[in-house]
Structure formats: C-alpha cells, structure tokens
C-alpha cells in the first residue's frame, strides 16, 4: 500500500503541475475543436488516486488514433468494400455492429458515448461495457492465453502489473468485427491487442492501445483512450436489438438510402 | 434543401460551421451537418427505444399539409443520464425544433446536446449528462 510520504509527494506534484495540465488541456481541447474530430481530451487535473493500483470505477470518454499503419492488399480490399457506403456519402451501415453483431476490441470503446467499469477481483478483472452490455474477463493468475481460444467476438484476455501499468494482452479474435466504429479498417484473426490501463489522478483513468495484426497492417495501430471517473453514474440498460434496430433503418436511414430526385 | 425550404413555411434554415466533435455514429452521415434547420411543430411522439431515441412531429407545409418528421436523438441510456423520461416531451406538445437536416430531402434529422435545440413553453430541454435535468432552467 502507499505510504503517507509518497501520498503526500504525489499530493504536492499534483499542486504543481494542475495548471500546467490546465493549461495543456484547454490548448487541446481547443485544437481538438478547431479540427472537429478526435478523442475527448484529457479531463482537468486531480488529486492523485488514493491507491494507482485500483482501477474500480465508471469511465466514459473516447480514444483517438495516434498512427494507423499502412494496409496490405488483402485488408486494403476489404476496407475499399466495407468504405463504399461512405465514399457514396450514405449512411454507413456495412458495419457489422450495425446489425447488432458484438462489436469487439478496440471498438467497444467507442461505441457511442457509453461508459464502462472496471471490476477487480484477485484472479481476474472484469470490465464491463454499458454499450451492448457486454464485458469483457481479464485473467491475472498467470495463465497465457491458451492455443485454442480462436474466433472469439471480444477475443481472450489475460493482464499483469507492469509497476502502475496494468497491462492486458488480448488474442483469439474472429475477422468478423471492425476495429473502429463506422470506419471501415479490417482485421484478420491474427489480431493482437495490448492494453496498458494507467489510473492518471483520481479521477482520469488513460489506456494506451497497440494493435497488431501482420497478415493486415505493415506496423502497429497506436490509440490513446482518456476517460473521467463518473461517480454518480451507474451503467444503464443498452442492447442491440434486431427488430428495434430494423424499425431504425426503416424510420431513418432508408428514406435517406438513395439521393432524393429533385 | 430547397425542398426543404419551400415545403415548411414556418422553417428557417440557419447554415451554421458547427466546427464541434459529431458523436461517430453510424447513421450521422446521412445528415448534413453542417447546416440546421428551425422548425415550428407539435409533437406526434417520443419513441424511447434502442438505438436511438426518435422525436416525431408534424409541421405545417405551405400548403397546408401535415409534414412528419423523424428526429434522431441520442440512444436511451444517454437521454435517461440526461434526465429525460417518456413524458419529458408528449404528444400535443407545442416544440421549436432546431437540428440538422437529411442531406437528400427527406424528413429526418439529427439532433445531439450542444448540437441543435428544442424549445417548449420557452424553457429549453438539453440532453446533458454531465448536468442532468431535462431543461436548461
């Protein structure tokens, strides 16, 4: 456990740095709306975390993408089939989340703006996803990640304590999901995801993401998710389901499948 | 748009730069986000399902036809951080609407917190889960 000491220490870092940190937020956030895109920016500074280690609470918040490597031929083709509703400036409805199919990882991040929490336990962490109300089970008692987990939606995880790191390495995935919501990019089953969880403060919580996938992409995807402790929220009732997503279509995105003759 | 504009006397089409975050949703492209449209119009009804909350109404066109519109708003768990419920808005409600448009014509829209406005009995309803509470004052 911590140490007043260091509790103390971390209190004083804290004080000096909450307007720097201010300052870079409101810089962010203001070049983040000059570009009208991008993850929600980090949220304002706060006191240190009683314990880094505790990661038990509801986040909401958004990830952007820091490098998205260069496609191969093979995913290349298939975002240029998955895109075409796009480039046709259409609803885009080709994504398989869409149609209420599970939505896998990293894309279950930001599957709207649905928060999540985090459930730690000593032999597994589970996290729990408000949208499609889904979760995730993270195994921390040593075990790797078994040959057989194959042609998993959310894939197998298994996590360890890199100091105040809380790595999660995730294998197994089918080829069926999108990495990002709406955006088009393949994956194959080769899909390897590391997640590395560091609690900021109290009440900022930020998860560094790499993807690889070599069958696909010639590099790693990098991702930065920064999230806000929600105390007073607690995760509601959201499903994908079929007949109400299909009344969906048929009220809003039909009427607008084609463009309307003048 | 110009269909638009000749079919709703009461519209008043406001193109606006956003120059704000679109929430990534997959049906935001069939919107054109960047005008707004304002509309005068009684509510027909709130459906409160997934995936998206729906706000019907009807407006008046030039010629004195009923229009119906479909408003896309935010899915339930959002609207209901937001403190909205089922009777936050009723059918006969009187509502001055302000979204954005179907880029092809049709009678649809978008709306989101901070991105587009409803006015009824001139209190304004949010949809801000950071602040809950259903009007702005």
């Not at chain 1, 993850?39 to 918040?61: C, F, H």
């Not at chain 1, 890199?162 to 089953?189: C, I, M, Q, R, Y």
């Amino acid at each position: 456990m911590i140490g007043r000491p260091r509790a103390e220490s971390r209190l004083v870092a804290w004080f000096l740095t909450s307007v720097a940190v201010l300052m870079l937020t409101s810089l962010v956030a203001a070049q983040g709306a000059a570009r009208g895109r991008g993850a929600a920016p980090p949220g304002p500074a706060a006191p240190p975390a009683e314990n880094p280690r505790d990661l038990q609470e509801v986040w909401t918040g958004n990830f952007r993408v820091d490098s998205k490597p260069k496609m191969r031929p093979v995913a290349q083709k298939i975002f240029d089939e998955n895109t075409e509703e796009l480039r046709r400036k259409l609803p885009v409805t080709k994504d398989p989340a869409f149609w209420c199919t599970p939505v896998g990882v990293p894309h279950i991040y930001n599957n709207g703006i649905h928060p999540f929490e985090i459930l730690q336990t000593p032999a597994r962490t589970f996290i729990f996803y408000e949208a499609d109300r889904t979760w995730r089970t993270v195994w921390t008692d040593g075990r790797s990640i078994p040959d057989e987990a194959e042609d998993l939606w959310m894939g197998y995880s298994i996590g360890r304590w890199e100091g105040e790191e809380f790595v999660v390495e995730t294998a197994g995935f089918n080829d069926k999901t999108w990495l990002l919501l709406g955006e088009g990019s393949p994956h194959s089953t080769k899909l390897r995801v590391t997640e590395r969880f560091r609690r900021v403060d109290r009440d900022n919580l930020q998860i560094k993401f790499t993807l690889t996938d070599p069958d696909y992409y010639e590099g790693p995807w990098t991702l930065t998710g920064n999230f806000r402790r929600q105390p007073k929220w607690e995760l509601d009732e959201t499903f994908c389901v079929p007949d109400e997503q299909k009344a969906f279509d048929q009220t809003v995105l039909t009427p607008n499948a084609a463009p309307a003759k003048k | 748009m110009r269909l638009q504009t000749a079919a709703c006397c009461t519209a008043v089409i406001i193109a606006v730069l956003t120059g704000s975050p679109v929430s990534a949703h997959h049906s935001s492209s069939a919107y054109d986000l960047s005008k707004s449209l304002t509309l005068e119009a009684t509510v027909a009804s709130v459906v409160f399902t997934n995936p998206h909350v729906m706000l019907h109404f009807d407006t008046k066109t030039d010629s004195g036809e009923i229009q119906h519109w479909a408003i896309e708003t935010n899915n339930p768990s959002v609207m209901r951080r937001a403190g909205w419920t089922k009777d936050t808005l009723k059918a006969g409600d009187h509502v001055t609407i302000t979204f954005h448009p179907a880029i092809n014509g049709a009678t649809t829209g978008y709306i989101r917190n901070n991105d587009g406005k409803i006015m009824l009995n001139g209190r304004q309803l949010k949809f801000d889960v950071n602040n809950p509470g259903a009007f702005e004052n």
